[in-house]
Structure formats: C-alpha cells, structure tokens
C-alpha cells in the first residue's frame, strides 16, 4: 500500500488549509485514516482519525474545532481541512492507515511521505 500526502504549504496565522493523502495498492474504504504531525524537536502527535465509513472521528485537543477529517472512498482519497491555523500548528503532517481509528501512531502500519505546513504569526 502507498499513501501519498499533499497540499502543505505556508500560510499566515488565522488561514486555512487542506491536505490531501492518495491510498493505493488496497480497497481504501476498508480502511481507518489517520492524520499525525510532528514538529520540529517534538514527538509525532495524533491529530485526527476518522473510520473506514466516514461516520466516526476522533480529534486531539488542539485541533478539535479547527480541524475537520473526511474521505472520498470513491476517489481513495482522505483529507484533512484546517482552519484558523496557529503558529503552533507548524508541523510535518503524516497521513496513515489502520483497521481502526487508534490515537496511537504504533497502531498505524502503512504511512505517507509528510507534507510541510508552515504557519506565520
């Protein structure tokens, strides 16, 4: 399986963003999606997962109400929406796959290249 991320990019503090990661390689809607980040001298952090129906999402903290995640089976595509973005969303964002939506990233096998997002105040 390979997954592909992208639409990272630098923008200024209270923007937006969608990232994007492309599963192939297996039947894509069989499968959780995940979303992780992980800033420069930081641990990799959860940041969202959503199921392989698209029903059920679970959200870390920082991002709950700023971020939203979402998948197109159809296109074997999942997507990550953030909104009023903060300086300390700066972060290479990871996009994973994994028979559930687990918080943890040792529950996800297969992972995307990372795309940069940088946010400036």
């Known amino acids: 399986v390979q997954l592909q991320a992208s639409g990272g990019g630098l923008v200024q503090a209270g923007g937006s963003l969608t990232l994007s990661c492309a599963v192939s390689?297996?039947?894509?809607?069989?499968?959780?999606l995940g979303w992780f980040r992980q800033a420069p001298g930081k641990e990799r952090e959860f940041v969202a997962t959503?199921?392989?129906?698209?029903?059920?999402?679970a959200y870390a903290n920082s991002v709950k109400g700023r971020f939203t995640i979402s998948r197109d089976n159809a296109k074997n595509t999942g997507y990550l929406r953030m909104d009023s973005l903060k300086s300390e969303d700066t972060a290479v964002y990871y996009c994973?796959?994994?028979?559930?939506?687990?918080?943890?990233?040792?529950?996800?096998?297969?992972w995307g290249q990372g795309t940069q997002v940088t946010v400036s105040s």
């Open positions: 959503i199921d392989w129906g698209g029903i059920h999402t």
């Open positions: 390689g297996r039947t894509f809607g069989t499968y959780a």
């Open positions: 994973a796959s994994a028979t559930g939506t687990y918080l943890n990233d040792s529950n996800y096998p297969d």
